[in-house]
């Protein structure tokens, strides 16, 4: 099973920039396919986006598409989302995810996660 530290997190206003980093350990980084999902307080965990092990395909949510980025570097073994125009809405505890199967966007099908990284969206 594949270990997952997300780090990147932090206080930015409105409009601003941050890059989310997920470093794994345990098996080659390389078969996995990656998710990031989020969720903010009083509400249910959410994808935001997620990439196939060789970072040929990206699938976004609606609400971040254009505005974040999702990319991998297995060389060293991170997976990374950049995330730009945040809104007070992006505001969560953002955890990245690994399945060893096919892209997916359901939180149900990944089976490793990270302890999550707090993004807060000043208004």
């Known amino acids: 099973q594949v270990q997952l530290v997300e780090s990147g997190g932090g206080l930015v206003q409105a409009g601003g920039s941050l890059r989310l980093s997920c470093a794994a350990s345990?098996?080659?980084?390389?078969?996995?396919?990656m998710g990031w999902f989020r969720q903010a307080p009083g509400k249910e965990r959410e994808f935001v986006a997620a990439?196939?092990?060789?970072?040929?395909?990206?699938y976004y949510a609606d609400s971040v598409k254009g505005r974040f980025t999702i990319s991998r570097d297995n060389a060293k073994n991170t997976v990374y989302l950049q995330m730009s125009s945040l809104k007070a809405e992006d505001t969560a505890v953002y955890y990245c995810?690994?399945?060893?199967?096919?892209?997916?966007?359901?939180?149900?099908?990944?089976?490793?996660w990270g302890q999550g990284t707090q993004v807060t969206v000043s208004s």
């Open positions: 990439i196939s092990w060789g970072g040929g395909y990206q």
């Open positions: 995810a690994a399945r060893t199967e096919y892209i997916s966007t359901n939180s149900a099908d990944f089976g490793s």
């Open positions: 345990g098996r080659t980084f390389s078969s996995y396919t």
